[in-house]
Nanobody, 125 residues
């Protein structure tokens, strides 16, 4: 399974971006798919994630500004980022779990995920 992320870039504060992530090499619906962020010397932390059943979790810092969505048939996930702030600047990584989990409490943790994309950088100035 490979995850291909795209859509990062440079925008002014207050602007919007949409990140996309497509999973290939998989013939079934993946478990939770989401986005994590990581800066230099920092741990990877959740931005937003969504299960195949539609349960979503967001970091408190992005609630009300970012929206995650997915297409199960295409194993594709999007992150719509609005009202971007300079502090949103980071590397953003797409992630996917191979199978659904029994509990949604684990989907906020990076070690729940089996597959990772190459990362896309989002900068807000």
């Amino acid at each position: 399974v490979q995850l291909q992320a795209s859509g990062g870039g440079l925008v002014q504060a207050g602007g919007s971006l949409r990140l996309s992530c497509v999973a290939s090499g998989v013939a079934f619906t993946l478990g939770a798919m989401g986005w994590f962020r990581q800066g230099p010397g920092k741990q990877r932390e959740l931005v937003a994630t969504i299960t195949s059943g539609g349960t979503m979790q967001y970091a408190d810092s992005v609630k009300g500004r970012f929206t995650i969505s997915r297409d199960n048939r295409k194993n594709t996930v999007w992150l719509h980022m609005n009202s971007l702030k300079p502090e949103d600047t980071d590397g953003y990584y797409c992630a996917a779990a191979r199978r659904p989990s029994a509990s949604t409490s684990v989907i906020q943790w990076a070690d729940h995920y089996d597959y990772w994309g190459q990362g896309t950088v989002t900068v807000s100035s």
